[in-house]
């Protein structure tokens, strides 16, 4: 097929939900991608927080061609060897908690808030935060505080209650004896980059405590060494009743995780929450070269030395020009806060081959491989500062 062919295909065949990009990718290797006419591009949002590892991390591969030609798939009814090892795993790195598997983010915090309703008994509110993102299915995209994604939905899903991120008031105001938990990004990525405060996390978890309240963490984006640790919540001196997980811990493959502490682990029962593909074994082998990678190949300790350089970089173009307002994130979670649109910024970086990405309108957002390079982020500061001084500078 040639590129028109591509498109034309698209438009026919495919529903029209997302926002196209008029390139097609054919190969990807570390930080590049290379397109259908062998043009080259640095990938600074690869696979949209999926891409921790770059493209095509050659243990993956590795785990993947090992595995599909042995056991492709099985039933969560019979037993498996990847898929008890990566639970193993991930509860080794996290809490006492035992985990259950989906395909992805919406369906982990879909689970989170059926157990929270389950463990309620009766109590069944959720607090979520305003600009937060959970996903698109029913609930959490009623979980959601972004009107935007919500309208044309409506009626939404009973019983939840978004409130201002960062303000213990406003989820104090909020609590009745109806609610049964508080969910949320510790950095909301599509919300704009906004990072939580210390005191409101540590408040939260008070509060959740004192009124046996379940404190569910989104650690959808945030998660698998994104923030510079392997979680996010290690940063904020707090463990989660519930984490969720998905995006870069299957190395590119779909999958979805909850952690739940463990005491509270068992209030779901055998036939009350199920997903035919989760942990299959191919995507648990997967998953578990993933964490494997990150530990072998010390991508922690790079991430939080590469996050020093890129935000010092990203503060020297502050400091250049006047349309940056603010630089901000986490570990390999930036947001470089605009007062302008950023969507030409954008173009103009993909035309020059670096792939970034805007969010809330005004927000780029770079969240570059773990092992990226000075090089590499060297480059793309180039591409963006350029960019920046076409479009709109002073
Ligand atoms: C924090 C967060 N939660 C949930 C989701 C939904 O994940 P998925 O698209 O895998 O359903 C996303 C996706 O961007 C996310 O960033």
Known sequence: MNKEEI?????ENIMPTYTKVPLVFVKGKGSRLWDIHSKAYL???PGWGVGNLGHCHPKVVQAVRDQVSKLIFIPNNYYQIPQAKLAKELVYWTYPAKVFFCNSGAEANEGA????????QGRYEIITFDDSFHGRTLATLTATGQKKYQEGF?????????????DINAVKNAITDKTVAVMLELVQGEGGVNVADKDFVLGLRKICDERKMLLIIDEVQTGIGRTGKLFCYQHFGITPDIMTLAKALGGGLPIGVMVVRK??????????????FGGGPVISKAALAVLTAIQKEKLLANASKMSEYLFAKLNELKNKYSTIKEVRGLGLMAGVQLSIPGKAIVEKCTESGLLI???H????RLMPALNITKKEIDKAITIL???ISLVGSS
Do not use: W
Not at 154 to 166: A, D, H, M, S, W
Not at 263 to 276: E, N
């Open 7 to 11: 498109f034309d295909s698209y438009k």
């Open 43 to 45: 990938d600074f949002f």
């Open 113 to 120: 808030i059926k157990l929270s309703r389950k463990y309620g």
């Open 154 to 166: 409506q009626p939404l899903v009973e019983g939840f209650k978004t409130v201002k991120f960062n």
């Open 263 to 276: 005491d509270i682990a068992d209030t779901l029962q055998p036939g009350m929450h199920a997903s035919t």
């Open 357 to 359: 990405n805007c969010t």
């Open 361 to 364: 309108d005004t927000v780029l």
């Open 385 to 387: 500062d350029t960019a």
